[in-house]
């Protein structure tokens, strides 16, 4: 049985994932395992990666807590800005290993903050002994980096968040 305060901190996120239109969304944190799932069209996240809010909700449960007076300096305030300015995410096209830069102790690729051109190199994803290089496919400056060096992505899953230009 979830105490008072979780389900509080659960209603709370399904408002916020209602009121951003967000069709879906999986929570696996310590012991709590939630899936959340509205019946209907699913609605379009416009550049928003589920990852994103997974990662906030892991990372500040009370995220999804903050009153308006902090609305502009909250996590869920940053991704809700992010939304709505529909960052362009350069997608893994492999299963594989990300890797941030080209050799450990080696700098990054790039960093948040940076100006990519289409074509810059922004990472590796190691698969299968080969290292493959990822490309931006888009000109703009790098606002996050969503994938951790070292860890497994997905076929499609977002790497990197660019506002393009």
Known sequence: ??????????????????????????????????RIKFAGE?????????????????????????????????PAAELADEMEEKLHEVKSPIVGTFYESPSPGAP??????DQVEVGQVLC???????????????????VRRIASSGQPVEYGQALFAIRAR
């Open 1 to 34: 049985m979830m105490d008072r305060n979780k389900l509080e901190e659960l209603r709370e996120l399904v408002d916020f994932l209602k009121a951003n239109g967000i069709a879906e969304f999986d929570l696996d944190q310590d012991d709590l395992k939630v």
């Open 42 to 74: 699913p609605a379009a996240a416009g550049g928003f990666d589920m990852a994103q809010l997974s990662r906030l909700m892991a990372s500040a449960p009370a995220a999804a807590t903050t009153t308006p007076a902090h609305a502009g300096t909250s």
């Open 108 to 113: 990054p690729f790039v960093k948040i903050g």
């Open 124 to 142: 590796i994803v190691e698969a299968m002994k080969l290292m493959n290089e990822i490309e931006s496919d888009v000109a703009g400056e790098v």
